[in-house]
């Protein structure tokens, strides 16, 4: 196997607790340190043989409904915390002019985005994730995916380029808030990166 067929854990752009005190250090620290790594060494032992070897991740999701199961569930994983870590920070960042525009025009008002992602992670029955992204018709939508599926998968419901998710694992919260998703998921929007989150619209934009 050669090195660019190994998939591998990205570092996280800040230290652990920096985003303290509405993600703890130590829920970061196993997040990412121990569940993230699992997802990155079981996808790496589940793709030799199959059609995702030598394919980039997001490759991988447009063909998912043809490769194992595993490679669903660790390659969506590996993809989905990739771009949660992304989207996280602690920067007072704001949405960009356009991608505020997008969310009025599609949501009301970004309490209007708010209160569909809140819910759409609250309903999630079991494990999941709550996804902003931006459809074929370059709209942007909400949607919940069960387990590790995410929008860029053949097999989701409702299909389109992430600029957003929430993990609404009880391993992303359960040390803090409990039993408790919805105090998670208001936190949550403290210490969202819009400066990211911003520059994903526009690529996805212009895809
Ligand atoms: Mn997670």
Do not use: C
Not at 15 to 20: D, F, G, Y
Not at 51 to 61: P, Q, R
Not at 63 to 86: D, K, Q
Not at 129 to 153: I, K, R, Y
């Amino acid at each position: 196997m050669t090195l660019e067929l190994t998939h591998t854990l990205p570092a996280l752009p800040y230290s652990h607790n920096a985003l303290e005190p509405f993600i703890d250090a130590q829920t970061m620290q196993i997040h990412h340190g121990k569940h993230h790594q699992a997802y990155v060494d079981n996808l790496n032992k589940a793709v030799p043989g199959t059609a995702a070897e030598g394919k980039s991740l997001e490759d991988i999701m447009a063909i998912m409904s043809t490769l194992p199961v595993a490679i669903r569930n660790n390659g969506g994983g590996h993809y989905n915390h990739s771009l949660f870590w992304s989207i996280l920070g602690n920067n007072g960042s704001q949405p960009s002019e356009q991608l505020s525009e997008a969310i009025n025009a599609a949501f009301g008002s970004m309490e209007g985005l708010q209160e569909k992602m809140n819910t759409a992670g609250t309903t999630r029955f079991g494990s999941g994730w709550a996804w902003l992204s931006v459809n074929a018709e370059g709209n942007l939508q909400v949607s919940s995916t069960p387990n590790q599926d995410n929008p860029l998968m053949d097999v989701a419901e409702v299909k389109g380029t992430p600029i957003l998710g929430i993990d609404v694992w009880e391993h992303a919260y359960y040390l803090h808030y409990q039993n408790r998703r919805p105090d998670y998921l208001k936190a949550i929007w403290s210490v969202i990166n819009w400066d990211a989150v911003s520059a994903l619209y526009a690529a996805a934009k212009a895809h």
